[in-house]
């Protein structure tokens, strides 16, 4: 059986060429959460554009993380006092409030997946280039 590799463009798809690459140059990690980390550090000694664009991604997840957090406190703060005032227009603020707060919190998880994108997309060009720099030497 032929070893296949990632510079064989015509007989794996694109899914498969990038886990060799990945194997290749960073290896498997023990947990799926070192692999951002090993990506970064990947893309950081290419100096990769793409870099700034995940920090960047990470930065706005993780604020919308955080202001989701705090509507969903005035919320439960907001629906409390309706319960102790009896008032209808508190209630309704604090539904309000909530939905914002779901709708953050959204927002956040879709800035972390384009994140991880960016990042596995910027190794794929990088190890790439990579791959075409060592063909031409």
């Not at 692999?35 to 706005?60: G, H, N, V």
């Not at 703060?77 to 909530?98: C, D, K, P, W």
């Not at 879709?110 to 063909?135: C, H, I, M, P």
Request: aromatic letters at 12%; glycine letters at 4%.
């Amino acid at each position: 059986m032929k070893q296949l590799s990632p510079d064989q463009p015509y007989t794996l798809e694109f899914e498969d060429r990038l886990v060799l690459q990945l194997r290749e140059k960073i290896g498997f990690p023990k947990k799926s959460d070192w692999l951002d980390s090993r990506l970064q550090a990947y893309l950081r000694e290419r100096d990769s554009p793409s870099i700034a664009t995940a920090d960047s991604f990470m930065a706005s997840h993780i604020m919308y993380r955080n202001l989701s957090l705090g509507c969903l406190l005035l919320c439960l703060v907001s629906m409390v006092n309706a319960v102790r005032l009896s008032s209808l227009e508190s209630s309704l603020i604090g539904l309000f409030v909530g939905y914002i707060a779901y709708l953050m919190f959204l927002r956040s998880v879709s800035f972390k997946k384009w994140q991880n994108r960016t990042l596995v997309l910027g190794f794929y060009f990088a190890a790439t280039k990579d791959l075409d720099s060592e063909k031409n030497h």
